[in-house]
C-alpha cells in the first residue's frame, strides 16, 4: 500500500457576489449577475452571468444564458500527496501499481465559459415538453496524471536501449523489474470542452381511477474534446471509458423514464433508467464494447394521515427490481464503477415526517 505524509496549508479568500434582475415588460425578464473573489497574496477573478427568458405566448418559453466560471486549487491540490493504486497494463499484464499523485503550489485557478439555449412548449395543461442545448469549455482543468501514460513510454524507452529519460525516473520497479510505484503530479490540463442536449417530456392525465403521470428525460452528449496540453492531439472522448487519458467514463446517451399513479392517500412509482453503450479503450483487452443497461425501479407511498403540509410518508420501493448486473467490462473490478451500480436489488423501507 501507498503512504501519504500529513500536510497543513492555509486559504484566505474575500468574495463578493451580487445579482440583478431586470423586467422588460411582462414577457421578457434578464437577470444580471457576478462574483469577484479574491485569494490574498494570488490571484483574483470576477465571474459574470447573464441570462434571458422570455414568455411570447402562454405555451411558449424561451431561455438562453452565458457564464463563466471559476475554481480554485484546494490545499490538498496544491500541497498533499494522494497515494492510490490504480489498475495498470503492464506490457499486456493487468496489475494493481502504488502510485504518488503531488501537488502543486504552482497550479493555475481552472476557469470555464458556458452558455446554454432553450425552449418550453406547453400544449395542454397537464403537457409540457423542453429542449435545451449546453455547452462548457474548461481551461486549465485540475487534475491527475494518468500512470499509464508513463508506464508505456517507460517500457518503450527501455526498449529502445535509453537510460534516465523522464518517463523512468517517473516509474519505480524491483529488481525483479515489477511495478513498485508510479509518480504523478496534479496538473493543469489544456482544455476540455462538450455540448450536449437535454431533451424532457411531461404529460398528465386524471382518470376515474385516480392520476396518471408519463414522465421521460434524454441527455445526449454531442462530443467531449480532451487536449492535455497546448498543441496536443484533441481526444473525443464521448462513448468512451477514456482509461488512457484524463477524462471519465461517458456514455452519450442515458434517458431517465417513468410513470406515476396517484390517487387520495396512495400513489406508486415506476422509474426505467437506461444508459447506452460504450467503448472500453483500456490497451490489451479482448471485449472493448460495454453493452447497454436498463434497470427499473418501483415505488409504493402511504399518506399515513392525509394533513396538508404536514404528513407522515411511508415509503416501501426496490431498486433495481429486476436484479440486472451490470454490463462485463474488462477493467479492474469486471464493470464499471463510474457509470454502473453492482448491488443488485435493493429493497427499502423509510418513514419521513413533514413538518
Not at 163 to 172: F, I, K, S
Not at 274 to 283: A, E, F, L, M
Not at 317 to 325: E, K, L, P, V
Amino acid at each position: 500500500m501507498g503512504q501519504a505524509p500529513d500536510f497543513s496549508g492555509r486559504q484566505d479568500v474575500y468574495s463578493a457576489f451580487g445579482e440583478l434582475r431586470v423586467p422588460f415588460g411582462e414577457q421578457v425578464e434578464a437577470q444580471i449577475s457576478g462574483r469577484y473573489e479574491k485569494y490574498k497574496s494570488s490571484f483574483s477573478n470576477f465571474s459574470p452571468k447573464f441570462a434571458l427568458l422570455a414568455r411570447p405566448t402562454d405555451w411558449l418559453s424561451l431561455r438562453g444564458s452565458y457564464g463563466k466560471a471559476f475554481r480554485a486549487p484546494s490545499i490538498y491540490q496544491t500541497v498533499a500527496v494522494q497515494s492510490s493504486q490504480p489498475s495498470v497494463s503492464d506490457g499486456g499484464t493487468f496489475v494493481f501499481v502504488n502510485t504518488q499523485a503531488r501537488g502543486d503550489p504552482n497550479l493555475r485557478p481552472e476557469k470555464s465559459t458556458n452558455y446554454n439555449l432553450g425552449f418550453t412548449v406547453k400544449p395542454a395543461r397537464q403537457i409540457d415538453l423542453s429542449l435545451d442545448y449546453y455547452s462548457f469549455e474548461y481551461q486549465d482543468l485540475i487534475v491527475k496524471e494518468n500512470p499509464q501514460i508513463f508506464i508505456n513510454q517507460e517500457r518503450a524507452d527501455t526498449a529502445a536501449g535509453l537510460t534516465n529519460t523522464p518517463a523512468q525516473q517517473r516509474v519505480v520497479r524491483d529488481p525483479l523489474g515489477a511495478l513498485r510505484l508510479v509518480k504523478i503530479n496534479f496538473i493543469n490540463a489544456s482544455a476540455v470542452k462538450t455540448k450536449g442536449l437535454d431533451l424532457a417530456a411531461n404529460a398528465g392525465f386524471d382518470t376515474g381511477l385516480g392520476h396518471i403521470g408519463l414522465n421521460a428525460q434524454w441527455n445526449h452528449i454531442i462530443n467531449y474534446r480532451i487536449q492535455i496540453a497546448p498543441g496536443s492531439a484533441v481526444i473525443d472522448g464521448a462513448g468512451s471509458v477514456n482509461f488512457n487519458n484524463l477524462g471519465r467514463s461517458l456514455p452519450r446517451d442515458r434517458v431517465e423514464y417513468g410513470v406515476n399513479w396517484s390517487s387520495g392517500r396512495h400513489s406508486v412509482n415506476l422509474l426505467g433508467h437506461y444508459v447506452s453503450g460504450y467503448t472500453n479503450d483500456r490497451t490489451g483487452i479482448t471485449e472493448t464494447e460495454i453493452k447497454s443497461w436498463n434497470t427499473f425501479d418501483l415505488q409504493y407511498i402511504l399518506d399515513l394521515d392525509g394533513v396538508v403540509g404536514k404528513s407522515t410518508r411511508l415509503t416501501v420501493g426496490a431498486i433495481n427490481i429486476f436484479d440486472r448486473d451490470p454490463p462485463l467490462a474488462q477493467l479492474n473490478l469486471g464493470y464499471d464503477p463510474i457509470v454502473h451500480d453492482p448491488r443488485g436489488r435493493v429493497i427499502y423501507v423509510s418513514i419521513g415526517q413533514k413538518f
